[in-house]
């Protein structure tokens, strides 16, 4: 029986080596690729893709029903949007209201689009009752956002600072009587 030499080990050395480097290489790869598509799509969602033409002058039946199926998506997208905004009731962090605000931007721009894509801007459509009636619901929508948006900021500034006085005040009388709690609920 031979004895193991020192020379085996260094015979898997150069493979060990080897299998090192690419592990390291597909982690710092993988790194950067992670990297990449995360401030890709942080940039898209910051900076939306107004897709597609602008529609033609005589709208075809197919440019009205792909103008109605984004005009759908959007409102559903604005429920969305408006349906999170009680959230920020519930707390004050001031970075989920910046994110709040920054979903309201993107959704605007994408509102905007659509109205330049589909010709949804420039009035009412003589040809067809149908077109009447999209450009029609694309300015309800955006003045629903833009109500929304000027209630919360008006609640925000006039009730929540109340709110805050009477939560002290209610704190002071509940030191008082000899009660402890916090009167938000929290």
């Given at each position: 029986?031979?004895?193991?030499?020192?020379?085996?080990?260094?015979?898997?050395?150069?493979?060990?080596?080897?299998?090192?480097?690419?592990?390291l290489?597909?982690?710092?790869?993988?790194?950067?690729?992670?990297l990449?598509?995360?401030?890709?799509?942080?940039?898209?969602?910051?900076h939306?893709l107004l897709a597609?033409?602008?529609?033609s002058?005589?709208?075809?039946?197919?440019?009205?029903?792909?103008?109605?199926?984004?005009?759908?998506?959007?409102?559903?997208?604005?429920?969305?949007?408006?349906?999170?905004?009680?959230?920020?009731?519930a707390?004050?962090?001031?970075?989920?209201?910046q994110?709040?605000a920054?979903?309201g931007?993107?959704w605007r721009?994408?509102?905007?689009g659509?109205g330049?894509?589909?010709?949804?801007?420039e009035?009412?459509?003589?040809?067809?009752?149908?077109?009447?009636?999209?450009?029609?619901?694309h300015?309800?929508?955006?003045?629903i956002?833009?109500?929304?948006?000027?209630a919360?900021?008006?609640?925000?500034?006039?009730?929540?600072?109340?709110?805050?006085r009477?939560?002290?005040?209610?704190?002071?009388?509940?030191?008082a009587?000899?009660?402890t709690?916090?009167?938000?609920?929290?």
């Amino acid at each position: 029986m031979s004895l193991p030499t020192k020379s085996q080990p260094q015979e898997f050395r150069q493979y060990r080596k080897l299998v090192s480097w690419t592990i390291l290489s597909l982690i710092a790869l993988g790194s950067l690729y992670l990297l990449v598509s995360v401030s890709v799509g942080l940039y898209r969602r910051r900076h939306p893709l107004l897709a597609g033409d602008a529609i033609s002058e005589r709208v075809s039946n197919a440019e009205m029903a792909s103008c109605f199926g984004e005009l759908r998506e959007l409102s559903v997208a604005l429920r969305k949007y408006l349906e999170r905004s009680h959230h920020l009731l519930a707390n004050d962090d001031a970075d989920e209201l910046q994110r709040w605000a920054d979903e309201g931007a993107v959704w605007r721009t994408q509102w905007v689009g659509l109205g330049r894509r589909c010709r949804l801007l420039e009035g009412i459509h003589q040809e067809r009752r149908e077109m009447e009636a999209l450009v029609a619901t694309h300015a309800e929508l955006g003045n629903i956002q833009t109500t929304y948006t000027e209630a919360l900021k008006r609640f925000a500034k006039d009730l929540v600072p109340r709110l805050g006085r009477l939560d002290k005040r209610l704190e002071k009388l509940g030191e008082a009587i000899g009660t402890t709690g916090s009167p938000s609920g929290d």
